[in-house]
T-cell receptor, first 115, second 113 residues
Framework: DGGITQSPKYLFRKEGQNVTLSCEQN?????MYWYRQDPGQGLRLIYY???????QKGDIAEGYSVSREKKESFPLTVTSAQKNPTAFYLC??????????????FGQGTRLTVV | SQKIEQNSEALNIQEGKTATLTCNYT??????LQWYRQDPGRGPVFLLL?????KEKRKERLKVTFDTTLKQSLFHITASQPADSATYLC????????????FGRGTSLIVHP
């Protein structure tokens, strides 16, 4: 079955550590996104990529980094520079272009907690 | 700057009634608007898309309207069921034609049996 997979589901990080969240899709989508969701808040865009080897900062990119070496993969690293990293992180993918439903497919999320 | 507003207060309705959720936006001229459902601890799931040149879209018990003059979309669930209880998010494409979904904070719907 096609889909988008995030791992791990839960992640605990000590202050000062970098952690990497995995996101893999087999939908053959060109575009991939990372969002952050805090309690009672909407989804805020961290980074996005519309083609392999290229990515752009979203609204809250500070303290985060990404790579897009393969079409299927878009890992997110939460660095020690991120002051308040505890949140629910969501990865999504979609087609690029003006046709179709432009539906974004989401993974199940990674809940990151700083301990 | 672009702003998307959804009612932050939960909407409580009785089973069988029609639920109506609102999405307003400012400083925007979106080419399309989407509605998603999100259950606790899970990623959002796409429900419907409506384009700027469409007034209304239907899918089973769901109906979406899009008024570009009022800068508003209404999302209706008819004959609501307790299983419809969830948070509903609206999303618009980012200005500049980049087609990146930008989300509102969502409205929680609670359907009472």
């Amino acid at each position: 079955d096609g889909g988008i997979t995030q791992s791990p589901k839960y992640l605990f990080r000590k202050e000062g550590q970098n952690v990497t969240l995995s996101c893999e899709q087999n939908l053959n989508h060109d575009a991939m996104y990372w969002y952050r969701q805090d309690p009672g808040q909407g989804l805020r865009l961290i980074y996005y990529s519309q083609i392999v080897n290229d990515f752009q900062k979203g609204d809250i990119a500070e303290g985060y980094s990404v790579s897009r070496e393969k079409k299927e993969s878009f890992p997110l690293t939460v660095t020690s520079a991120q002051k308040n990293p505890t949140a629910f992180y969501l990865c999504a993918s979609s087609i690029v272009g003006t046709g179709g439903s432009r539906e974004a497919f989401f993974g199940q999320g990674t809940r990151l907690t700083v301990v | 700057s672009q702003k998307i507003e959804q009612n932050s207060e939960a909407l409580n309705i009785q089973e069988g009634k029609t639920a109506t959720l609102t999405c307003n936006y400012t400083n925007y001229s979106p080419a399309y608007l989407q509605w998603y459902r999100q259950d606790p601890g899970r990623g959002p799931v796409f429900l419907l898309l409506i384009r700027e040149n469409e007034k209304e879209k239907r899918k089973e018990r769901l109906k979406v309207t899009f008024d570009t003059t009022l800068k508003q979309s209404l999302f209706h669930i008819t004959a609501s069921q307790p299983a419809d209880s969830a948070t509903y998010l609206c999303a618009l494409d980012r200005t500049g034609g980049s087609y990146i979904p930008t989300f509102g904070r969502g409205t929680s719907l609670i359907v009472h049996p």
